[in-house]
């Protein structure tokens, strides 16, 4: 898999985040139906966007990638997504760049004017197809939309840019063409096959780079190696906001970033929020939807503890009949996932498995290998969308217990004031207590 990576000038926002937990969603997946990854995620650590920040900010560009590929970092694993294979920067691919752009000019597909580089679109005989667009309709556009100068040096309006020669004092690299650097869609072609070869499985990313990125990337791409360059292109789908659904980016200005989301919203239930909703379908990004799935994630949580505490005094054995429902669960929830990734209908069967469990929990006489199996799949259903079950705290905590059989005295007793007092005096500390037929549990709230 090679999933478009972020462009490090800033912090990324929830519309990169989404992408980002989509795809290692879907690696997850993979991963739990027993396949081998190879996971490649790039930087786009020069442009004109880094150019520009790294000038306000008073420093090198490269400094300017560390600082926000760090950054990333630190984000995308506070949502537990999990390292790529590689993260390759563009910078680190010069010379694979350069030799990759000659190659197409030698073969005629692109041709160098005035230091920049441009590829010849109407060559490519399947230009368009993956984003359905006629060349014809787009020459008309790119004659509307492109610069006088730009224009000029084309050969076409629509021919787009591998090389660009540099400006005074901006960063650059020695070329055959002159100093300068290279165009945004060539980095991707370069660094996907270097590392997973000329033809490869899954391609992913947001579906606003279906047209021109991911476009230029086949024609560049199979221009030079006659081979198909990807067999199945995944798209997903925006982070939208606010009445209108308006799509959240950058440069719209309407964008939330993680690092400040994650000061106030738990990550784990940002991560549940955005992995629950089908890759290709957009999200609206709200408080009220956030609250939503703080409790069905909260709900999960608390059929596992349920489970977790009744095994104190299961029995040992199985419930044959019990395992059965499970693995029917497993088995649904493995089609719903087959089908482009469903995970609306693979958390649903999550769901009914809670359910399950939380049933079985309160029958008088249980069985610990029962128990377990169920835990250990929800467990493992949970982990595909990137959460991680907390095991409950155990009554070992001489203050906790001693105030809970207080607690029970006082019942006993008649005094619920006093009752009432210490299950308040406990909630404060964050313990919350649920008194059920086997006993009073506890847990930790929020």
């Not at 060349?135 to 556009?141: C, P, R, S, T, V």
């Not at 090389?163 to 072609?189: L, Q, Y």
Request: include cysteine.
């Amino acid at each position: 898999m090679y999933v478009c990576g972020p462009t490090v000038y800033n912090y990324i926002h929830i519309g990169n985040a989404r992408s980002a937990i989509a795809f290692d969603t879907i690696r997850r997946y993979f991963e739990y139906r027993g396949y081998q990854v190879k996971y490649i995620s790039n930087f786009t650590d020069v442009d004109d966007k880094m150019i520009k920040q790294a000038k306000k900010l008073g420093i090198t560009v490269p400094e300017l990638g560390d600082r926000f590929i760090k950054a990333f970092k630190e984000d995308t694993a506070a949502l537990n997504i999990e390292p790529a294979t590689a993260n390759p920067r563009a910078t680190e691919h010069i010379p694979e760049i350069i030799t990759f752009v000659q190659d197409l000019i030698d073969k005629g597909y692109a041709y160098p004017v005035d230091g920049d580089v441009y590829y010849r679109a109407h060559k490519f005989a399947h230009y368009g197809e993956l984003s359905h667009q006629n060349l014809n309709e787009l020459e008309e556009g790119a004659s509307q939309h492109t610069n006088d100068e730009e224009t000029a040096r084309k050969e076409d309006p629509v021919d787009f840019a591998l090389w660009k020669g540099a400006k005074p004092g901006e960063i650059s690299w020695p070329s055959p063409w002159g100093a300068g650097r290279p165009g945004w869609h060539i980095e991707c072609s370069v660094m996907s096959t270097h590392y997973l070869g000329d033809t490869f499985d899954i391609h992913g990313g947001g579906e606003d780079l279906t047209f021109p990125h991911h476009e230029n990337e086949i024609a560049q791409s199979e221009a030079k190696t006659g081979k198909t360059f990807v067999h199945y292109w995944l798209h997903n789908g925006f982070v939208t906001v606010g009445d209108e659904n308006e799509k959240m980016s950058k440069s719209l200005g309407n964008f939330v970033t993680v690092h400040d989301i994650l000061k106030t919203v738990d990550p784990q239930t940002l991560r549940f929020f955005m992995a629950t909703t089908q890759y290709r379908r957009p999200i609206q990004y709200s408080q009220r939807n956030l609250d939503t799935a703080e409790r069905n994630l909260e709900r999960l949580q608390t059929a596992y503890n349920n489970m977790g505490y009744r095994l104190k005094d299961a029995e040992a054995g199985n419930d044959p009949k019990v395992e059965q429902e499970t693995r029917q669960i497993i088995a649904d929830y493995n089609d719903a996932m087959d089908d482009d990734f469903n995970v609306q209908n693979g958390v649903a069967k999550v769901h009914d498995l809670a359910r399950l469990g939380n049933v079985y929990a309160e029958r008088p006489v249980v069985f610990s290998g029962t128990l377990d199996f169920i835990r250990q799949t929800l467990a493992d259903l949970l982990s595909v969308f990137g959460v991680k079950l907390a095991e409950a705290a155990t009554l070992d905590d001489d203050r906790i217990q001693a105030l809970i059989d207080e607690r029970l005295a006082a019942r006993q007793n008649r005094n619920f004031e006093r009752s009432d007092e210490i299950r308040e005096q406990l909630k404060n500390q964050g313990i919350i207590l649920e008194d059920t037929p086997q006993g009073t549990r506890w847990r930790k709230g929020n």
